[in-house]
């Protein structure tokens, strides 16, 4: 019941200039859908959101979405219009009033564009945001100027574009093989009056790289605070012939002792996430004499970690490990350490850092009798901190 969103990511747009489907691409520190997804699931009068995908995007839109309460994707079609007719079909299970059509593409939805669609579906069958035409227009032939169009009336059409569930549903059943532009054409093409709302500068369309920097730019400016959180570990060595640094499983004459794997990497970076939103630490959310945790992998805790971190409104742009130790040697393990945290957290692997340093045979460490791990997690609210 109530209004859903369907999110439209099922395009194969690549004239960004990476090679690879725009929605998926970097966007401060995050992917593009995300920061789509996200705009909707944040909202309170959107009850659950839906992403329509590509066949092929199904491990891509997995590590992109990580640790969001979404519906299971759907996979589209051939054209935008087949992909919302999935979309549209797989909601009827929720059986929602309304419904918020949007694309990937343009990620910077602002909450007050979203209230006004919903404000007046309560009164209208289809909903369209608008922008009015502010350039001079001019139809071309071939390079010259051919004559002047007049701009008057001429509104640029913007998602989410919202309707009458059952009616939309109804007008793209019908509109089966056809080759609409948007959803408010098809609607139109049923004969339902689309009422027009105001758009938002901001919800504009990524399409080229200097769109994607313009978005990043905008991100940028709107946000609202950074914190830094820290974290340090600690385990000694016992008998064992293996250790867990940051994921990865390394063969070492010793193990490393501790009520979990004792992975003290990824113990002193959750412990920074923690500490970034103020938290607690990881002794809190799990507790040492609880059994359940014992010989646990410590990637159950820092996903957790990174859920959290999300759940307060924030999103991870940074972390960075330092593991202090004589034995074993980190470096042919470093890039895996890397992939492993980012895989876990969904980051680009160029947000995290994996460093190792001895402390010149002084001290615990030096002597080897166990392995000591420093973190750093930055996070950046880009609203008010829940």
Known sequence: MGA??????????????AG??????????????RHAVRAFLGHPGIAGVRVVIHADDRAVYDTAVAGLDLAGPVTGGAERQDSV?????????????????????????????????????????????????????????????????DRAGL????TPQGFRFATILDAHRRAAGGHHTDDASVAAAAGIAVHTVA??????????????????????AGMADI??????DVHAFEAGDRVYLCGVEIPHEAALKGHSDADVGLHALTDALLG???????????????PQWRGVASDRFLRHAGERVRAAGARITA????????????GPHREAMRARIADILGLEVGRVSVKATTTERLGFTGRREGIAAQALATVAFDGPAR
Do not use: N, W
């Open 4 to 17: 859903y969103a369907l999110i439209v990511a099922a395009g194969r747009g690549t004239r960004v200039g």
């Open 20 to 33: 690879r489907a725009k929605q998926y691409l970097p966007l401060a520190g995050e992917p593009m859908l």
């Open 85 to 149: 007719r999935a979309g549209l079909e797989s909601l009827v299970e929720f059986a929602p009033t309304e419904v918020l059509i949007h694309d990937a593409a343009r990620p910077l939805v602002e909450p007050a564009l979203i209230d006004r669609c919903l404000a007046a579906l309560k009164q209208h069958a289809a909903v369209l945001p608008v922008l009015a035409v502010a350039d001079s227009l001019k139809r071309l032939d071939g390079d010259s100027v051919a004559c002047d169009i």
């Open 155 to 158: 509104y640029r059409a913007q």
């Open 199 to 220: 758009g938002s500068e901001r919800a504009f369309k990524v399409t080229t790289a200097e769109d994607l920097a313009r978005a990043g730019r905008e991100l940028g």
């Open 227 to 232: 914190r830094v959180g820290q974290g340090f």
């Open 276 to 290: 970034a939103i103020g938290d607690g630490d990881i002794g809190s959310h799990f507790l040492p004499s609880d």
């Open 319 to 330: 972390v960075d490990v330092t593991l202090i130790c004589e034995a074993p040697k980190v």
